[in-house]
Nanobody
């Protein structure tokens, strides 16, 4: 089993920055594709960003491209989501997730961390 624990959420004003962290434990971190998702009140969970276990550049949803940056630290078994120029529509519960190299779905999820952006 892979355990994921998010941290770093909070309340910020529009235009501010916030960095989320997701610490992984329990299995070899480097063999997993890591992703960030979010779910706003009354809406479905949506993709935000992901980094493949193969490496390479992260992928981003159009809504966050140019404002958010995802990175991974394989030594610390942690992924980060740096969120800049935040908007009220970024308000959501943010989830970290992991997908094995042979899996087509994200198998492991964190508990989520609340991010609220005030206007």
């Amino acid at each position: 089993q892979l355990q994921l624990v998010e941290s770093g959420g909070g309340l910020v004003q529009a235009g501010s920055s916030l960095r989320l962290s997701c610490a992984a434990s329990g299995r070899t971190f480097s063999s997993y594709t890591m992703g960030w998702f979010r779910q706003a009140p009354g809406k479905e969970r949506e993709f935000v960003s992901a980094i493949s276990w193969r490496g390479g550049s992260p992928m981003y949803a159009d809504s966050v491209k140019g404002r958010f940056t995802m990175s991974r630290d394989s030594v610390k078994n942690t992924v980060y989501l740096q969120m800049n120029i935040m908007k009220p529509e970024d308000t959501a519960v943010y989830y970290c997730a992991a997908k094995g190299p042979k899996s087509s779905v994200y198998d492991y999820w964190g508990q989520g961390t609340q991010v609220t952006v005030s206007s």
